[in-house]
Structure formats: C-alpha cells, structure tokens
C-alpha cells in the first residue's frame, strides 16, 4: 500500500512538473445554478430541495452533465459562476475525480447573502485566497481573487459574476463592481500578471449599445471606462494594449470575428457577456504570455439543440426536466512562456457604401471615408458618402455619431435583417466635422419603393393621406410604418412628412422613428 502511495505521488509528481511545459487553458464557466440538497433557506425557489422535481436523481444528471463538459474541455483552471457553496462544489470535485479528470484545488466565496457565488477548480496549486467584498452586508456577490502558481510563477486570477440587467440592474451596480476591482488592480505591482475573468453581464462594446432603461450612469460603464476596455471611445486593439499603462485591458472578444462574438442569447439575441481580459503584462515578452489567436469558445454539438439553441438547463412547467446543460457557452484562452507572438496587422481595405450592397458580409473590415450622418434616432443612424450614393443603415451602433457629422469609419459586419442591409459591427477613426445636410435628401419625385437602390434612403418634405397603413401620395400607395404605436394617425389624416426612412421589412416601406419626422395637417 505504502509502495503504491508512492508511485501515485510521483506520478502527479511528474504530471505537474511536465504538464505546462507548453501551455495552459485558463477557461470560464457559468454553469446555470448549480444547488445542493440541503434546505440553508437562500435556494432559488426552484432549487428547494424535493420541491419542482428537484431531487438527488436530477441533481445527479446535473452533475454528470458539468463534468462532461469540464472533461471535454480540458481545461487547466476554471473560473466558474452560479455554485451554490463549497458543499456543492465538492460533489463537483469528487464527481470529476470519478470520471478521471481531477481538479485536486478549487476556492469559493462565501457571502451569506447570496444564492450563488463565483469559484475556481485547478490543477495547480492556489496561493493566496480571499474575496474583495463590493459592498457590506449586500447580495452583491464578491470578486474571487486567486494566485495559481505555474512552474512556480504566480498569475493571479480575478473571478467575477456582475449583477444581471434584470431586477434593477443599473449599470451603477456593475459599475460598483469595476470600481472595486479597479482599486485592488491598482495596488498591484506594475509588473504583475494576472487575468480578469467571468460573466460581467455587458457586452464587451457595451458603451456603443447599452440599453436606455439600465443607463444610470450618463453613459459610463463598468466593463469599458472603469476597467479601461476603451481609449478615446475606441476599443482597445491587440497591437495597442502592449505599450498601454497599467489599468488598462484587452477583451479577447476581439480576436474573434464581431459575427463569432457571443457565447450566450438574450431575448433571442447572440451576446457575449462572458469575458476573459488582460492586461500588457502578458503581452510584454517576460514571463507568462497570452498565446495569440487561442481565444475560442468551447461549443460541441451536444451543446446545442438541433434548432441551434444553447442546450440549457431545462426547467418549465414549474419542474425540472433532467435535461440539458447550461445557457451560457464556455470560453478559453492558452497562455505559455514563450515571448508573444505579434500578428500583423488585420488588412483594412478602402472602399464604398456602394460595396457594402455588393455581398451578405465582409470577410475582411471596410475603411469608408466622409460617411455623412443624414438620420440618426437612438442608436440607429443612415449615412451617406454622397448626395447621389447609396445609403445604409447603423443598426444599435451610432451613439456616438452626430447628425450632421462626416466621419471615417471601419465597418466590421454587415447583415441583412428581413431584407433590409444593416451595419451592426462599427469603430469610428475621424470626425471630419459639420455638414450641411438638405443636399443628402430625396424629394417625392425620386420616391419609387421598388427601385432597391433606394433602400436605406431618407426622403423629406413628403405630402399624402394615411389610409390603412399607407401612405398615398398622388397614384401612389407606400406601406408606412411608425415605430411607436402612439404615433400612428386616425385614417384619412393628412400628412407633411419631415424624415421618412425608406426601410425594408419584408417589403418596402417608409419609416417614421419619432414625433419631429411628420406633422399633421388640417
């Protein structure tokens, strides 16, 4: 027995010592609320203990199902978000152990006032455990700070689990968590390496798109001002974040194409709001190294449903079904010691809105030059490059773009959304200025909705009768759309259009976004 201790301690012996000699997968995990079968009174209601078919059984596949894709993963250290506590993430340890991938080290926060807290598994030694509490005596959940001692280099890991945009969740709340984390960032040694990592609930460009009924904060975010994901309203580029100052980071989001850039749906949209982000440390060429390019989101097929839905935990018809694995997709990186690897720059070609029209995406980003902001209504605009061009559509990516203003843009991706051409993927390079803007119009006569070259314009000074959803002007009739309810006319009222966008929602039609675009005439 004593002979066999042995061999078995030097065989992990020798495992760990030999195992980074090339690198190590760093990946994140939500793995949607993982509870245990004790009754502590801070469950969720459907994780009561024998209540909604929540039993050992479920809890069983549950298990099963986690260690399953932690196995095939094969990651080295796993941050995890939605465990219950230490009880359960030990029947997930011994449970892995059983399946023959061990994670012999694994820390937790422990905050009384939450359901869940956030976690680490390792296969390498933890150093150095503790909580960086956002605020006293709330559900707000801590940020789980760990050293993992690589070859005995120290990285430090920052786990997080932000507050969700639901139940009043401002983005002050999130915001509340970057200032903590900033702080303790702030204490550390310039040279120290270390990686941010976790669900922070926002998209990794969430100061272009963030939602009107969150924003409580003028704008400002915890993901992109706080953590410094962005510089001068821009995102931070690989090439950049080597000669960036301490504090700032790059979302390796980034390394992805914009289409590939989610690993989570909300209200049936792809978002990524789970993030891996770093610093210049591991791109300077000492120690440890992100290894370039292995940024990736873990997704076999057994992870999707044969819609292509995210197989989540199932739960309806207030029970669970046994089922399924979790709504979020995990993601990794690869780090190493060997100095980083800079890539050349991404091509960028020049081009033409006219272009945009010419293929349903971009393989490579488009440089458009002196794109004028003819219409912009929230964060949707149309731009044109000239008085006689094409124009197209900035779907949710136009906040900070003025009407009025020339710009130089780069267009990441484009769509097609029911027939209508979209850009939703943007970064603005130069404001060129002010520009007069009744030139960039079309008038009645040049209004032909079965002309598609004319998608995507704006016409002004508009004159017809509201009939059932249609506009009549002379012998023609326009389907038209307002994009609030509250605006729509009484039948037969007549109309002066002010901005009318000519749209596409399966057919043509014209689209008015606000209560300014048209006025009712006697």
């Not at 690993?263 to 190294?289: C, M, Q, S, W």
């Not at 057994?302 to 199932?314: C, N, V």
């Not at 979209?422 to 119009?441: N, T």
Request: glycine residues 4%.
């Amino acid at each position: 027995m004593l002979q066999y201790a042995m061999i078995k301690f030097l065989l992990l012996f020798i495992f760990t010592i030999t195992l980074f000699a090339d690198s190590i997968k760093i990946a994140n995990y939500n793995v949607q609320n993982l509870f245990d079968m004790h009754r502590d009174g801070g469950e969720y209601k459907e994780y009561v203990p024998s209540m909604h078919n929540w039993t050992p059984r479920i809890l069983e596949i549950k298990l099963n199902n986690i260690s399953d894709v932690i196995c095939d993963m094969d990651a080295d250290v796993i941050a995890l978000q939605e465990i219950e506590n230490s009880s359960i993430l030990e029947q997930l340890q011994k449970k892995l152990k059983r399946v023959g991938c061990p994670y012999p080290y694994s820390a937790i926060t422990d905050n009384k006032n939450s359901s869940i807290e956030v976690a680490l598994l390792s296969r390498l030694p933890l150093k150095n455990i503790r909580e960086l509490l956002v605020s006293q005596g709330s559900r707000d959940r801590p940020i789980l700070e760990a050293t993992v001692m690589i070859d005995a280099h120290p990285l430090i890991l920052f786990v997080n689990h932000w507050k969700s945009k639901s139940n009043n969740g401002q983005e002050s709340r999130r915001v509340r968590y970057a200032k903590v984390l900033a702080k303790r960032l702030n204490r550390l040694n310039s040279n120290q390496e270390y990686i941010v990592i976790g669900d922070f609930n926002s998209h990794y460009d969430e100061y272009q798109r963030m939602d009107k009924r969150v924003n409580d904060t003028q704008g400002k975010t915890g993901i992109n001002h706080i953590l410094k994901t962005i510089d001068n309203h821009t995102l931070i580029t690989e090439s950049e974040i080597i000669n960036k100052a301490k504090g700032y980071h790059y979302n390796l989001w980034l390394e992805l194409n914009p289409s590939q850039r989610w690993n989570y749906k909300f209200y049936n949209n792809r978002v990524g709001i789970d993030h891996i982000l770093l610093p210049a440390t591991l791109f300077d060429g000492k120690g440890i190294e992100y290894q370039n390019n292995s940024f990736s989101i873990f997704k076999p097929n057994y992870l999707f449903t044969k819609k292509g839905w995210i197989a989540s935990w199932q739960y309806s018809g207030s029970r669970h079904k046994g089922k399924g694995y979790s709504d979020h997709l995990p993601i990794y990186a690869e780090f190493d010691f060997k100095p980083y690897q800079k890539e050349k720059a991404k091509e960028v070609k020049r081009g033409t809105i006219e272009q945009l029209y010419e293929s349903d995406a971009l393989d490579k980003p488009l440089s458009l030059d002196a794109c004028i902001v003819i219409l912009k209504r929230g964060k949707n605009a149309i731009i044109k490059q000239s008085k006689s061009g094409r124009a197209v559509y900035l779907y949710a990516v136009a906040k900070d773009l003025i009407e009025g203003h020339s710009y130089d843009l780069q267009i990441n991706e484009i769509k097609y959304y029911n027939g209508l051409k979209e850009v939703v993927d943007l970064m603005l390079l130069a404001d060129r200025g002010e520009v007069a803007l009744d030139s960039y119009y079309l008038q009645t006569q040049a209004l032909n909705p079965h002309n598609l070259l004319l998608q995507n314009q704006v016409f002004t000074n508009l004159r017809g009768i509201y009939k059932k959803g249609k506009l009549e002007i002379a012998d023609k009739k326009i389907p038209i759309y307002f994009k609030r309810k509250n605006l729509i006319p009484k039948d037969g009222s007549k109309l002066k259009i002010l901005y009318a966008h000519l749209g596409y929602y399966r057919k043509p039609q014209l689209v008015i976004y606000d209560q300014r675009d048209f006025i009712l005439e006697r």
